[in-house]
């Protein structure tokens, strides 16, 4: 249980383009999911937290306006990265907090690898 | 702020040797400590977390707050267990996100 879908795996787009990536719980409601984003041998940063039906929290340093996030559902966040461009190349991956155990805890996507070109 | 750091980017053992990953943080309260483990191509996963006190696929953590460190151990080495670990933190007070190291990259060698 506590599955996290993350679609797509892997995007190319021109540079300019945008680019949604989607972050679906599929058996749990998710009130919290955080948006991370990881560069080739290096750990995970966080970008935002978003929580359903509010505005999300970014991080310093993360561009609201660049990094758009939308949490409508309790089921459904996604992130999209407006007019991309090469350096936005990285490797992006969602996570949800999740209840489970009697505790909190939290569950991954899969990642998405955007390549920018 | 809060830290995590883990000394280690690549550590490479035999099968059947000791293992030992390092992490070390700084927060001043009351951290919640957790190691994820992710295996070559498969999402990040819960490995253990230093409140639950348990063993998973033979690996264990202590929380020692003198220290400030929250190492993972296991006593013999498998093959399997080569994988990209990475420490992570999350504060006691309100704010659920989780801060983490730079992750250990783990080769088991036969």
């Known amino acids: 249980g506590a599955v996290v879908s993350q679609h797509p795996s892997r995007v190319i787009c021109k540079s300019g383009t945008s680019v949604k990536i989607e972050c679906r719980s599929l058996d749990f409601q998710a009130t919290t999911m955080f948006w991370y984003r990881q560069f080739p041998k290096q750990s995970l940063m966080l970008m935002a937290t978003?929580?359903?039906?509010?505005?999300?929290?970014?991080e310093q340093g993360v561009e609201k306006d660049k990094f758009l996030i939308n949490h409508a559902s309790l089921t459904l966040s996604t992130l999209t990265v407006t007019s991309a461009h090469p350096e936005d190349s990285s490797f992006y991956i969602c996570?949800?907090?999740?209840?489970?155990?009697?505790?909190?805890?939290?569950?991954f996507g899969s990642g998405t690898r955007l390549t920018v070109v | 702020a809060q830290r995590v750091t883990q000394p280690e980017k690549l550590l490479s053992v035999f099968k059947g040797a000791p293992v030992e990953l390092k992490c070390n943080y700084s927060?001043?309260?009351?951290?919640?400590l957790f190691w994820y483990v992710q295996y070559s191509r498969q999402r990040l996963q819960l490995l253990l977390r230093?409140?639950s006190r348990e063993s998973i696929k033979g690996f264990t953590a202590d929380l020692n707050k003198g220290e400030t460190s929250f190492h993972l151990k296991k006593p013999f080495a498998q093959e399997e267990d080569s994988a990209m670990y990475y420490c992570a933190l999350r504060r006691n007070n309100a704010g659920n996100m989780l801060t983490f190291g730079g992750g250990t990259r783990l080769m088991v060698k036969p």
């Open positions: 996570s949800a907090r999740v209840f489970v155990g009697g505790s909190w805890g939290y569950t």
């Open positions: 230093h409140i």
């Open positions: 927060y001043s309260g009351s951290p919640e």
């Open positions: 978003s929580n359903e039906g509010s505005k999300a929290t970014y």
